[in-house]
């Protein structure tokens, strides 16, 4: 596969070319190294497409986690708690998860745990690699990265798209680069207020 477009929001491609050259230079690396024809395994069953091989967006996924796997990308979570009391939310904010759930006990608050969770994190950079639905995209951006980012966990994330012209060939409903770009600039120069760099794939 290869690179066919790259948007950096925030100036994170600035800083990955500048302090993490060789997890970047990696990145390519693995994506060019992905054999798309390999995943072209779905025989459709959609109007559109019928009977038509389609690209597998499981397929492609499974394809980038052992190329990732192999050099060293590994899932990431943090748990932390959450309750209804907003006075409660933004004081526990920046608490451990232990902290957190005994400060909003002590509120006689009810806890509720919760986590968020990465595909790949190295370095203090994060991949997601999403042939997903659209919603999926959109959490990614504006939640997963930047809760990760606000916990300084990370430092920079990465969302790895299908172009449209690649999405094309694949089941509906798949989101594409172009179309989450515009999500990105729509909202401003200063949202998702985490530094990413959106990467569009081709064949």
Not at 61 to 89: D, H, I, M, P
Not at 136 to 156: C, G, P, Q, T
């Amino acid at each position: 596969m290869k690179i066919s477009e790259t948007y950096s929001h925030l100036n994170g491609l600035e800083f990955l070319l500048v302090h993490r050259p060789k997890l970047w230079a990696e990145i390519e690396r693995v994506i060019a190294s992905i054999d798309a024809n390999a995943c072209r395994t779905k025989v459709s069953k959609e109007k559109r497409t019928m009977d038509k091989l389609l690209y597998s967006p499981i397929g492609m996924n499974a394809a980038f986690k052992q190329s990732l796997s192999k050099t060293g990308w590994a899932e990431s979570r943090v748990s932390y708690w959450v309750t209804r009391s907003e006075k409660l939310v933004r004081k526990t904010l920046s608490m451990n998860a232990t902290e957190q759930k005994q400060e909003i006990l002590d509120a006689g608050e009810v806890p509720i745990l919760s986590y968020n969770q990465t595909d790949f994190v190295r370095d203090r950079v994060a991949v997601e690699v999403q042939f997903g639905k659209y919603a999926f995209v959109a959490y990614d951006l504006f939640v997963k990265h930047l809760a990760f980012y606000v916990r300084d966990e990370i430092d920079v994330g990465i969302e790895i798209l299908p172009m449209k012209a690649l999405q094309c060939q694949m089941s509906s409903g798949v989101a594409y680069y172009e179309g989450e770009f515009y999500n990105v600039i729509r909202n401003g120069r200063g949202v998702p207020s985490v530094p990413l760099v959106l990467i569009g794939i081709d064949v």
